[in-house]
């Protein structure tokens, strides 16, 4: 069983939506829940980037290109962490990736599969 498993994705015309998961089913409760935890995106030739976030208390915080379209939240006690993806754009088109950092700012897993989502005209 993988550490992660991302799933969601899909194509999509502009101004969809696509809601994504991220589950890690190999993590007890007690270690998810004060986990930091993160959504990035690696679009083709591109460098991964972290497009949303949410500590253990709830706040969160967004990349510029998706504040207003996108919202993370995370359910401690399915230890998944999703993201909602509305109106969206050919720019959002990439693999999206969650991960969780330590508490030494270090990605604590190794990185999963993701999930193709492709926003087409």
């Known amino acids: 069983q993988p550490q992660l498993v991302e799933s969601g994705g899909g194509l999509v015309q502009p101004g969809g939506s696509l809601r994504l998961s991220c589950a890690a089913p190999?993590?007890?409760?007690?270690?998810?829940?004060?986990?930091?935890w993160g959504w990035y995106r690696q679009a083709p030739g591109k460098a991964r980037e972290l497009v949303a976030s949410?500590?253990?208390?709830?706040?969160?915080n967004y990349a510029d290109s998706v504040k207003g379209r996108f919202t993370i939240s995370r359910n401690n006690s399915r230890k998944t962490v999703y993201l909602q993806m509305n109106n969206l754009k050919p720019e959002d088109t990439a693999v999206y990736y969650c991960n969780a950092l330590t508490t030494a700012n270090e990605f604590k897993y190794d990185w999963g599969q993701g999930t193709q989502v492709t926003v087409y005209s």
């Open positions: 949410i500590s253990a208390g709830g706040s969160t």
């Open positions: 190999r993590t007890i409760t007690s270690v998810f829940n004060p986990l930091f």
